[in-house]
């Protein structure tokens, strides 16, 4: 079982930043990837972005490409998501998984983009 923890996020005025971070914890040995996900109310949760630290990429949604970073430690199995240009559909709860979201869910954290 891996156990999953959210933090960071908030509120933010469009155009503004916020960042948000992710441990995970359990079993965790040799965990290659690791990525972001979102869901906004009456929406389905989708992908935000992932990194894949064997081949050191880097991958996201078109809807946030230039706007936001990921970026962790595979040694601490801790990922951040730099979240700039913010815009109010980007207010969602953000959830952190494996890139296939394969572990149980974390409780998220909540970020709101205010117009």
């Known amino acids: 079982q891996v156990q999953l923890v959210e933090s960071g996020g908030g509120s933010a005025q469009a155009g503004g930043s916020l960042r948000v971070s992710c441990a995970a914890s359990g079993r965790t040995f040799n965990i290659n990837t690791m990525g972001w996900f979102r869901q906004a109310p009456g929406k389905e949760r989708e992908f935000v972005a992932a990194i894949v630290w064997s081949d050191n990429r880097s991958y996201y949604a078109d809807s946030v490409k230039d706007r936001f970073t990921i970026s962790g430690d595979n040694t601490k199995n801790t990922i951040s998501l730099q979240m700039n240009n913010l815009k109010p559909e980007d207010t969602a709860v953000y959830y952190c998984?494996?890139?296939?979201?394969?572990?149980?869910w974390g409780q998220g954290t909540q970020v709101t983009v205010s117009s």
């Open positions: 998984n494996h890139r296939n979201a394969r572990w149980s």
